[in-house]
């Protein structure tokens, strides 16, 4: 497709000049070829592919998009990824610069997690109400499964997300539930899918001088479906993005679909104006 089948606001994306940028678009409004032709048009300007990141919600996503890119671009094409392929990188990057504790990044299979917060479930839970726990015993692992991973979106910790759900005081034990899978966890050099990106952000966030160093690489950021990223997945574009280059959002906060695991559309509408105050701003 060449640059003349574009619509004026397809031009208007492909053509921006550097910036950070917010792209409203709706589902169907073509907003993925404006993206392709603005990545084409970095290129033709110079920028190198490696100095560009294109994030995608998932692994479907990303080999379509890559694939497009290919297509429309002759030469080398930028990295496309999601955000755990990021945080995969982010993690090995960490490890070997000695600022985290290795670990096996291959993810748990869920059978051994479940096992092991069934343990801990058992360990933590109110001795009076074990029976009752037993009789629901999957109902009450995927719950407390759910609680970890939820947990695992935001950087305020446990009883943040325990206060965020608004879980009855009966739950209230989940808390140590966490804790104790957590020690199990780390005790394994074990990670689950969520800590790919958990376990640097949260260290990230301790220590800006570390956070320094992994940032202001990028001439640009791309993050699609920006209405379905979290508070751990915001922060760690913060981090990447460092004190240079732009971003630049795309998403449409009516299709909000992942709210249960942490994703607000206040990301796209409210907080990414303050931290990547818009040059352009499209709807």
């Not at 000049?17 to 907003?31: D, L, M, Q, R, Y």
């Not at 001439?219 to 979290?230: F, G, P, S």
Request: glycine share 6%; hydrophobic share 40%; charged share 25%.
């Amino acid at each position: 497709m060449g640059g003349n089948n574009l619509t004026s606001e397809q031009q208007a994306i492909a053509d921006h000049a550097g910036g950070h940028a917010k792209i409203i678009a709706v589902a169907g409004s073509g907003k993925t070829t404006a993206l392709l032709h603005y990545i084409k048009s970095r290129l033709d300007a110079g920028i190198a592919p490696e100095r560009l990141l294109v994030l995608m919600y998932n692994r479907s996503a990303r080999e379509d998009f890559d694939r497009r890119l290919r297509q429309l671009t002759e030469g080398s094409t930028p990295a496309v990824h999601t955000f755990h392929s990021v945080g995969y990188r982010l993690y090995q990057r960490m490890i070997a610069n000695d600022h985290i504790a290795a670990a096996n990044l291959s993810p748990l299979p869920q059978s051994t997690i479940q096992l092991q917060i069934w343990k801990a479930i058992e360990e933590c839970a109110p001795t009076h109400e074990l029976e009752e726990i037993r009789a629901r015993k999957q109902s009450e692992i995927e719950a407390a499964e759910f609680f970890i991973d939820y947990t695992k979106t935001i950087l305020s910790g446990d009883l943040s997300a325990f206060q965020e759900l608004k879980l009855g005081d009966e739950y209230m034990y989940f808390l140590q539930v966490f804790r104790t899978f957590e020690a199990w966890r780390r005790s394994q050099n074990a990670v689950t899918y969520a800590d790919l990106i958990y376990d640097p952000a949260m260290l990230l966030s301790m220590d800006e001088e570390i956070a320094e160093q992994y940032g202001s690489y990028y001439e640009d950021i791309l993050v699609d479906e920006y209405q379905d990223i979290n508070e751990i997945q915001h922060f760690l574009l913060r981090v990447l993005y460092g004190k240079s280059g732009n971003v630049i959002a795309i998403g449409d906060p009516d299709q909000t679909i992942y709210e249960w695991r942490g994703s607000k559309p206040d990301f796209l509408l409210t907080f990414f104006d303050g931290d990547f105050p818009p040059r352009i701003f499209i709807t």
